[in-house]
């Protein structure tokens, strides 16, 4: 999976650059979109995710935007990352070099 941060971070609370790394660790390395969506639910469940951050699905996407602070329902219009679900290689596979 990619992810791509789209926006600053505004980091009005302690636990967001903390819920952040954890949702972006989670991001890098699942292996399917069911998996990460079990992240994003358990995060939703365990956490305040939800009191900082609106998000959704696209059919091959995730999207996060950030809460206002001065008005926990509403959000910042621009969005703050994106997750692509198509897998993301950036080393060449048929590249078997030796490391030295």
Not at 46 to 60: E, L, M
Not at 66 to 79: F, G, I, T, V, W
Request: proline letters at 3%; hydrophobic letters at 40%; a negative charge.
């Amino acid at each position: 999976m990619n992810v791509t941060f789209e926006n600053l971070i505004n980091v009005w609370d302690a636990q967001i650059p903390n819920l952040l790394v954890e949702l972006v660790n989670h991001a890098v390395f699942a292996t399917d979109k069911a998996g990460f969506q079990a992240v994003v639910t358990k995060l939703s469940e365990t956490t305040d995710f939800d009191k900082f951050f609106a998000y959704g699905y696209g059919r091959q996407h995730f999207w996060l935007k950030q809460r206002l602070a001065s008005d926990p329902s509403k959000y910042m219009d621009e969005r703050l990352l994106i997750v692509d679900f198509c897998r993301y290689n950036p080393k060449n596979e048929d590249d078997e070099g030796d490391i030295e």
